[in-house]
């Protein structure tokens, strides 16, 4: 399943993050692919390890933490720290799966990579091509979201970015090990959570059918959770 939340980043933080990576040096992306991903990357990206990118990765963790949306969907354990790349004329990012586990940088742990995230920080007309093009079970969905919007979906998902043939596209992209590992148990728990939602807004919270939809959607999520 793939969702695409809006204004992830308000308009004031995208320019913020395009003023400090403006400012930034710029290295060949494959330093953080695999030795296969690395031959289908051609790509730039800020240092892992720079200042700039810790500081714009703890602003993106900040929007994330307020995102009622993202935090359904994805039920994050834990998220890798916020990384910003850039493709110009000329650059691509062929077909791949993401490494399923990482380790986090000075940190001394690992992360199993459940869901993906980008988020754009480039309007889509200031650049041709470049979309991010995830395949699934039925369909390839291109995707080419306004500056500040973000998408998510399974990091087990084949994916790309189409050439770019005009201009230059930036965005943040990271991991995040769920709660729940399985694909298919969280998206039906974000549509159960999605329906309680909507429920809650025609009937009252002491409601017995708000209660029992409730006490399902927690009794799943403490079944199928792994802390």
């Not at 692919?33 to 500081?55: F, H, M, Y």
């Not at 929007?63 to 994050?76: D, Y």
Request: with cysteine; aromatic share 10%; charged share 20%.
């Amino acid at each position: 399943m793939l969702l695409t939340i809006p204004n992830i980043l308000t308009s004031e933080e995208v320019a913020y993050c395009r003023k400090l990576l403006e400012a930034s040096p710029w290295v060949d992306g494959r330093v953080t692919a695999g030795e296969q991903s690395a031959k289908a990357k051609r790509n730039l990206q800020i240092p892992q390890d720079s200042e700039v990118s810790e500081t714009l990765g703890e602003l993106i963790l900040k929007a994330l933490g307020r995102s009622p949306a993202f935090n359904s969907f994805a039920l994050p354990y834990r998220v890798f720290p916020p990384l910003f790349n850039r493709y110009d004329a000329g650059m691509h990012f062929g077909y791949h799966v993401d490494n399923a586990v990482r380790p986090i940088p000075g940190a001394g742990m690992r992360i199993r990579t459940d869901v993906s995230s980008t988020i754009f920080l480039t309007d889509p007309d200031r650049y041709e091509g470049g979309a991010l093009e995830i395949q699934d079970t039925y369909n390839v969905h291109s995707v080419k979201l306004p500056a500040g919007h973000m998408v998510v979906y399974p990091a087990s998902s084949l994916h790309r970015v189409s050439p770019i043939t005009q201009g230059s596209r930036w965005a943040s992209f990271f991991w995040s090990q769920s709660m729940v590992r399985d694909d298919a148990k969280r998206s039906l728990l974000y549509e159960f959570d999605c329906s309680i939602i909507e429920t809650r807004k025609a009937l009252s919270d002491d409601n017995p059918a708000v209660l029992g939809l409730t006490n399902t959607y927690h009794n799943l999520l403490r079944q199928w959770a792994e802390l």
